[in-house]
T-cell receptor
Framework: GIQVEQSPPDLILQEGANSTLRCNFS?????LQWFHQNPWGQLINLFY???GTKQNGRLSATTVATERYSLLYISSSQTTDSGVYFC????????????FGGGTRLMVKP | GAGVSQSPRYKVTKRGQDVALRCDPI?????LYWYRQALGQGPEFLTY????????KSGLPNDRFSAERPEGSISTLTIQRTEQRDSAMYRC???????????FGPGTRLTVT
């Protein structure tokens, strides 16, 4: 199956700092999504981004499908950004299930 | 409804009992997915449906696990003769169709004692 690797696995930031999270995947994909799992366990959709660049407030994401990676940028981080960020991909021609990476655990300190 | 809903939110059961977990997808969503998430890990695929047809059940761990979606809307994941290793968060997701953005419910936290 497809391999999805996220880095870094853990990240501690001071409030106001910027960060970049990376997702590498091993095969062609139809779909790529970024999620935030908050401390209450909810999985919140951040981006649906199989290719290109999108922005939503302080967050933006870029997927370079030909090079099999995606980046999630968090600017001016806030304590409410804490949690686990997951990248998930849907492998091309392999059904519609998502394969998740191991996540990046982010803690933002006040 | 506004989002994917799941019930119960928490379930504690004794080893050997059967459990049924329910998922109500976003209205109008054709595709429905079940995932299982162990503590500290990302969700892992179990099975999915388009309308009432089960398209892929390759992720179900063994024959104690089954799922149905008889009318193409609400789905039930059933685990028979539960074991302690079945303890996990069970998440449901739905999408307008395959190859579309998936939206997740709040999950059912299952604990087998």
């Amino acid at each position: 199956g497809i391999q999805v690797e996220q880095s870094p696995p853990d990240l501690i930031l001071q409030e106001g700092a910027n960060s970049t999270l990376r997702c590498n995947f091993s095969d062609s994909v139809n779909n790529l999504q970024w999620f935030h799992q908050n401390p209450w366990g909810q999985l919140i959709n951040l981006f649906y981004i199989p290719s290109g660049t999108k922005q939503n407030g302080r967050l933006s994401a870029t997927t370079v499908a030909t090079e099999r990676y995606s980046l999630l940028y968090i600017s001016s981080s806030q304590t409410t950004d804490s949690g686990v960020y997951f990248c998930a991909v849907e492998r091309m021609n392999a059904g519609n299930m998502l394969t998740f990476g191991g996540g990046t655990r982010l803690m933002v300190k006040p | 409804g506004a989002g994917v809903s799941q019930s119960p939110r928490y379930k504690v059961t004794k080893r050997g009992q059967d459990v049924a977990l329910r998922c109500d997808p976003i209205s109008g969503h054709v595709s429905l997915y079940w995932y299982r998430q162990a503590l500290g890990q990302g969700p892992e695929f179990l099975t999915y449906f388009n309308y009432e047809a089960q398209q892929d059940k390759s992720g179900l761990p063994n024959d104690r696990f089954s799922a149905e979606r008889p009318e193409g809307s609400i789905s039930t994941l059933t685990i028979q003769r539960t074991e302690q290793r079945d303890s996990a968060m069970y998440r449901c997701a739905s999408s307008l169709a395959g190859m579309n953005e998936q939206y997740f419910g709040p999950g059912t936290r299952l604990t087998v004692t």
